[in-house]
């Protein structure tokens, strides 16, 4: 990952370092793995964020179709 610096602003950069970290799910990543997880822990949240995302899809889904 590679940030450019302009006019040795470097909060400006540490700035968009910070959001593609987000974007790359790094910091989420990094949250995780600071403590052990059960693999059935890990299977339990896993379903549950594929849930969470199918919810937000059909929601989205259903506002579009009616918009339209």
Not at 9 to 26: C, D, H, P, S, T
């Amino acid at each position: 990952m590679q940030v450019i610096v302009r006019d040795n602003n470097v909060e400006q950069a540490i700035r968009v370092l910070k959001k593609k970290l987000q974007r790359e799910g790094v910091f989420r990543e990094m949250k995780l793995r600071q403590h052990y997880e059960k693999p059935s822990q890990k299977k339990a949240r896993e379903k549950s964020e594929a849930i969470r995302r199918a919810r937000k899809m059909a929601r989205k889904q259903a506002m579009m179709d009616g918009n339209l």
